[in-house]
């Protein structure tokens, strides 16, 4: 049954003729507005098949809990780039000799189920092929506001002999460009001993008429497997950026180079000679960029923004209580992918993006922070062999293989040491608490979450069940209190960031502190579902069109 929906604006005379033109005008009928929803989604389909993102798939798999009705087992990651030219396809930035890369085994027991990092990547799309009104029917349900954005919500079903592995749930479109922002469901008809899950599907707005998928949440509380024996329980997180190609960054980048360049010659002492010391700070610069460069170029490392100059603060505020002479400049970046790590590259700390969104203060910011900056003003420096270029041209998906920043054990703890001091002179030394409850926190999590706490570049923060990363702040935190909404030790994943998935950039989230029912909400180092204030974006970016005239 179709409903005729109320527009605001009509444009009766203009004729269907018009409608090939796509301009702005409003569709007259649900029918008309489904249709261009389905142009749209066909469109944004032909875009991605063009483009080569990161996929990112994080998955805590569930057991029941008297305190909080389930808490994580364990956890299995995902890191991939994605390609839609032929069907989905990944390729694993994870060596494989790392990991179970081609499928996650959940348990050894006879009768196993795998998640499939492609499984969790097709639930960016609504359908990869045949999203129309051929293999689908669409019930128009309600008017409804995600953030600032207007939508029609419409539930979506496949019709009778449409094929298996269709689209079955509710779908959010937009109501200026009809584009579909939202859809939750799952697929229908898996093949025997396959299951496909229950995901809700979020899109953000990237330009004109250009809406990208964003992050995709699935969960399942009692999926039965193995003849209905055994029942799965898990959530999981599937994030997507990298939009934009190496080709086109480095295209821009060209492009900047040639205007910037006057700025970047340092006329003051035209006449100097490197002396030796010089030679070697701008030997072990130039390996530093190099390694940051690459990163960038592999859709792995935000470009620096305004989260970094957060994280520059609170390392300036170290540097300038604690007298420390470091030059060239100490500097922060952000790498996106959720593992909780840090490491330095010469001068530059990188953060890892799941590591800042969990820590619950900028006391245990700076205590993060302080150990890196501790590594730098001891002199540790990476190999420099990064300084010759050759090293750094490889294939995007060998990046994590190539490049390798852990420490020795000697270097660690020196590290921690000297950070501790630092601390303890800085203006965060009364509020170390909060930071000892963190790594409590992750201390207790750390059995559960394996993958969470295994690093993909730098040091491990701790071994088997325990953290010792700067473990000297634990021995005087309070006891940790799991139960008490009063105590908050670590934030859930992705509580503090957000990333636009068309240019990489990362910010921090406006949110309102929300006083907690229970226990059950705290949720450290937990995935959540997700629910986005959506809204437009301003800045001038490609429309649609243009995207596709390019490629
Ligand atoms: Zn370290």
Redesign the pocket.
Known sequence: MKRTLTLSLMFIAAGASLWAQKATEAPDSFDQMIDRAVAQENLLLKIMRGERPVAETYIQDLGPDADFGSVPKTDHYFLGKLNLSNGVTTASFIPKSNSKTRAFDVFTHLFSIQYVPRGFAQMLLIDGAGFDRKNYDFDFVKREFLGDVRTYVVNVSPKKGAGAGRFVGRIWIEDRGFNVVRFNGTYSRPKAGEFYMHFDSWRVNAGPDLWVPFESYSEESALPYAFGVRKLRYKAMTRIWGFTTSAERSESEFTNLTIDLPSVKDSSDDAADYSPVESLRAWEREGEENVLGRLEKANLLAPAGEVEKVLDTVVNNLIVTNDLNITPEVTTRVILTTPLE??SVGHTIVISRGLLDTLPDEAALAAILA??LA?IALGQQIDTKYAFSDRVIFDDKDTLQKFRFE?SEA??DA??ARAVEYLQKSPYKDKLNQAGLYLKALSAESEHLPNLIKPLF??KMGTGNSVT?MAALMERAPQLQTTRTEQIAALPLGARTTLDPWTDQLRMTKMRPVPLLSAREKMPFEITPIFLHLRYESTPEQTTEQKIAQQ
């Open positions: 840090t490491f150990h890196e590594h420490r270097e660690e590290a921690n730098g040091s990363r």
